[in-house]
């Protein structure tokens, strides 16, 4: 499977790869109704954003509308954001091309460190990644109107 950068187009398809991954990944995380909020079936504008002011990476399924994976590097902060995978397609090794592909484009950028806010059910696959746990804490969902649970993580180019 090929890693192609996001056009507009993909915005609908990625919001849902978020909420589908999200919905398989934190159901033993955080509680049915604050992750009802913590991912409306509503795009928000701001997706359109995202993949004008970043290169949004994703992974085409092998069927469908929806990309089996994605994620991108925050140009602004440094930031690894929305990473995501279709729960059917976990385990496949697609999540980490993508962080592979991040790594890549911040290096090109000389960007020689990277951070991240990890839900924590997924902080064993980006210290396999090679990041590491900065903190725990907690991070404010403006569309679950809730502060939920997420841990800190960084890494480092050597």
């Given amino acids: 499977m090929k890693i192609r ?3 507009q187009q993909d915005a609908p398809g990625l919001w849902q790869l978020r909420n589908r991954a999200l919905r398989h990944g934190c159901a033993e995380v955080y509680d049915p109704s604050t992750l009802s909020a913590f991912t409306p079936e509503l795009m928000p504008e701001g997706m359109r954003k995202v ?5 949004v990476f994703l992974i085409d399924a092998s069927e469908g509308t929806v990309p ?7 140009l602004m902060t440094g930031n690894v954001e929305a990473i ?9 090794g697609l999540a980490a091309a993508i962080i592979s592909a991040i790594k ?10 990277l951070t991240l806010s990890s839900t924590p059910n997924a902080v064993g696959f980006y210290e396999k990644q090679g990041f590491s746990v900065v903190t725990c804490g907690k991070y404010f969902s403006h569309s ?4 939920l649970d997420c841990v800190e993580m960084l890494w480092r180019d050597h």
């Fill in 84 to 92: 995501f995978t279709l729960p059917e397609y976990q385990g496949k």
């Fill in 144 to 147: 679950a109107q809730a502060d």
């Fill in 5 to 7: 950068t996001a056009k």
């Fill in 51 to 55: 993949i004008t002011e970043n290169q």
């Fill in 104 to 113: 890549q484009q911040a290096r090109s950028l000389n960007i020689r460190q």
């Fill in 68 to 74: 089996c994976a994605c994620g991108y590097l925050d």
